[in-house]
T-cell receptor, first 114, second 115 residues
Framework: DAGVIQSPRHEVTEMGQEVTLRCKPI?????LFWYRQTMMRGLELLIY????????DSGMPEDRFSAKMPNASFSTLKIQPSEPRDSAVYFC????????????FGPGTRLTVL | AQSVTQLDSQVPVFEEAPVELRCNYS??????LFWYVQYPNQGLQLLLK??????LVESINGFEAEFNKSQTSFHLRKPSVHISDTAEYFC?????????????FGRGTSLIVHP
């Protein structure tokens, strides 16, 4: 398996623009997680899905952030409109509940909002 | 709900010296414990885990961690570090009750190995 795939790897955009981050989890995994990592706040859990259904989105910072998982092999995290304080590395991870949710992380998307 | 405290944000050490990265957790139920490593510009990857059984667990690259229930700790150790061990290390805990096993991560400890 290729592991968790994220695209793009780097994104530079201007304030006010819409940003869409993409994730393909490992085939067969039943959980998908979106994290944000910054120097100031460390690793933050934004939202997670179980069998494509959002379970807990309490970590989503505000209404500008939204996430979807239309099928078991694809998820998106959208920021609209983007702001400079959204600059961070965004990670997607997937896991199997039967493996105690040992997490497999993607390489991340480094987002810079100017 | 569970929580994780990594007591040191940064640990500098010289090559071939021993190192210990500290992790304490808080939970009202039994837990599973994990250490993840993040090399520069990469995602996190599992280093080792404690689920049950022997309280001492080892990784393939010489790290070990011991689950201490009375002290609610899961410290990571290596007797002799290499330059290539320079990375960010994250401790994570998930509760066994409830069945979802959603992990909580600590803030991370940056291990810096000097030549």
């Amino acid at each position: 398996d290729a592991g968790v795939i994220q695209s793009p790897r780097h994104e530079v955009t201007e304030m006010g623009q819409e940003v869409t981050l993409r994730c393909k989890p490992i085939s067969g995994h039943d959980y998908l997680f979106w994290y944000r990592q910054t120097m100031m706040r460390g690793l933050e859990l934004l939202i997670y899905f179980n069998n494509n259904v959002p379970i807990d989105d309490s970590g989503m910072p505000e209404d500008r952030f939204s996430a979807k998982m239309p099928n078991a092999s694809f998820s998106t995290l959208k920021i609209q409109p983007s702001e400079p304080r959204d600059s961070a590395v965004y990670f997607c991870a997937s896991s199997l509940r039967s493996s105690y949710n040992e997490q497999f992380f993607g390489p991340g998307t480094r987002l810079t909002v100017l | 709900a569970q929580s994780v405290t990594q007591l040191d944000s940064q640990v500098p050490v010289f090559e071939e010296a021993p190192v210990e990265l500290r992790c304490n957790y808080s939970s009202s139920v039994s837990v599973y414990l994990f250490w993840y490593v993040q090399y520069p510009n990469q995602g996190l990857q599992l280093l080792l885990k404690y689920l049950s059984g022997s309280t001492l667990v080892e990784s393939i690259n010489g790290f070990e961690a011991e689950f201490n229930k009375s002290q609610t700790s899961f410290h990571l150790r290596k007797p002799s570090v290499h330059i290539s061990d320079t990375a960010e290390y994250f401790c994570a805990v998930s509760e066994t009750a409830g069945g979802s096993y959603i992990p909580t991560f600590g803030r991370g400890t940056s291990l810096i190995v000097h030549p």
